[in-house]
């Protein structure tokens, strides 16, 4: 059974920065790509970021480019989200997820993932 556990959330200053990070277990860790999502109140829940297995392909979603870093130390289970110049409209429950597949193309939607955790609260003060 694949566990995912989020943390690093918190409440920070417009332009802040946070490090969120998802334990993983359950499976081999390196041999699955992995996302970030977030759902803000209200609205549908949003691709982030992907990062493939080895951690060689990354993915963005528009809104977050050059401000978010996605990674992975697969040494430590442990996938990361670096957030940069936080905005308010970044204020959203963040989710890591995993996919129960491989798959050639790192996945970017919500419907391409099975297994999440149970979120970690980001706000961002104006």
């Known amino acids: 059974q694949v566990q995912l556990v989020e943390s690093g959330g918190g409440l920070v200053q417009a332009g802040g920065s946070l490090r969120l990070s998802c334990a993983a277990s359950?499976?081999?860790?390196?041999?699955?790509?992995m996302g970030w999502f977030r759902q803000a109140p209200g609205k549908e829940r949003e691709f982030v970021a992907s990062?493939?297995?080895?951690?060689?392909?990354?993915y963005y979603a528009d809104s977050v480019k050059g401000r978010f870093t996605i990674s992975r130390d697969n040494a430590k289970n442990t996938l990361y989200l670096q957030i940069n110049r936080l905005k308010p409209e970044d204020t959203a429950v963040y989710y890591c997820?995993?996919?129960?597949?491989?798959?050639?193309?790192?996945?970017?939607?919500?419907?391409?993932?099975?297994?999440w955790g149970q979120g970690t609260q980001v706000t961002v003060s104006s």
């Open positions: 997820a995993a996919p129960s597949r491989s798959f050639i193309v790192v996945p970017t939607t919500p419907k391409e993932y099975d297994y």
């Open positions: 359950g499976r081999t860790f390196s041999s699955y790509a």
């Open positions: 990062i493939s297995g080895i951690g060689g392909r990354l």
